[in-house]
């Protein structure tokens, strides 16, 4: 399969290439990176299809109503018929409501000018339910015509379960707003993951890969030792998937999440799934360590999953003075993680091995997890 658009898009590095040899190159990439530590690097765990695999998708459109990707650093947008990395509903979907803003003559937003209505389209797809949310990125906090618009779109795609207009008036390339109007459908749709439920809404923070993600859940877990008694920290814990996964092993878990958005979702999750031994909390990763350090409190098993930034020395630091027996690094940037893990060996964590997961085939990403122990 061959992608016509990728040298001006630009999303994915390896597209045209032999999937295997991305993977190669990938393992090569972590060798080189960790040679110093003297520590197993295992092979990379890739797709048996690595296409279509995107949950998430987001496209602006142009004054033809031709739609795609931003081409980087500009207001030009790089229109496509199909990706090699959307499942096929998604690009029709997609091109459905490019006929349908088309035929509405719904304005299109120009950065330029800030000028028009729709800036964005997200689609979510729930990889094991099959359903679909769209959300329209407008300024304004109206479609007009919008009860055709979803009538004709749910009428064609019957799995789109609901339609959200998300209103961002900003001059700013964060995609989302904060105001959001339901136009169909209850505002969220339903996913499982490693045998829990999960409800998904326009905001919330979802791995875009589900067959990886729960590969890559399961060999995390499985590098832990978790007992009965464990007093478990799930920090930068995002909707709180990993903790919640965990929670049936242990006797408590503490997830630590910024995001308010992310940790509104998680307590519906929680009450979804009836978790009774896990607690969400809404704070700075960082600072909430400290502040259970100051407490006295010890930890058994600390996982961590940082942004791409990483972590920093100040959480380092308070987890390490917890005393966990275990700590669980995910990370979505080797390069961070690897900055973090020397910080650790200096408050006497140590770690044996490397796994990665190829989290996002075709793109230069590599998710790499490890399990640090005291010497
Ligand atoms: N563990 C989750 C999410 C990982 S992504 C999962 O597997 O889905 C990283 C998460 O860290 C994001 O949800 C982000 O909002 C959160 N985050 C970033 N900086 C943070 C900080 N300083 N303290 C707490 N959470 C933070």
Known sequence: MICEISKKCGGCQFINQDYQKSLEYKNSYMKALFKDFHVAIHPIIGMHNPYGYRNKVIVAFNKNYE????????????????????????????????????????????????????????????????????????????LKGSRNFSREIVKEFPQVKTIVLNTN?????????????????????????????????????????????????????????????????????????????????AKRVYSIEKNKQAVKDAKINQAFNSLI??????????????????????????????????????????????????ILYISCNPETQIRDLKIFKNYGYYFKDIYSIDMFPFTNGIESITVLRKH
């Open 277 to 326: 031994n896990v607690y969400l909390i809404q704070d700075d990763a960082g600072e909430y360590m400290i502040h259970q350090m100051k407490q006295n409190v010890s930890a058994d098993i600390i996982i961590m999953d940082p942004p791409r930034s990483g972590s920093s020395l100040e959480f380092i630091q308070a987890s390490c003075q917890l005393g966990p027996r275990e």
């Open 169 to 249: 008036t900003r001059d700013t390339v964060v995609v989302l707003g904060e105001k959001e109007t339901v136009l169909y459908g209850k505002g969220f749709i339903i996913d499982y993951l490693c045998d829990l439920s999960f409800k998904i809404s326009a905001k919330s923070f979802y791995q875009i890969n589900h067959e990886q993600c729960e590969i890559l859940y399961k060999k995390a877990l499985s590098l832990l030792s978790i007992r009965k008694d464990d007093i478990i920290y799930d920090t930068y814990s995002g909707i709180g998937t990993i903790g919640m996964i965990a929670a049936k092993y």
């Open 67 to 142: 739609y795609g990707l931003y081409q980087e650093h500009s207001h030009h947008i790089v229109p496509y018929s199909y990706c090699l990395l959307h499942d096929e509903l998604t690009d029709s979907i997609i091109h459905k409501i490019a006929l349908l803003l088309k035929k509405y003559r719904v304005p299109i937003y120009d950065p330029r000018t800030c000028k028009g209505e729709i800036r964005h389209v997200l689609i979510r797809r729930s990889y094991t339910t099959k359903q679909y949310m769209i959300v329209l990125v407008s300024t304004k906090t109206m």
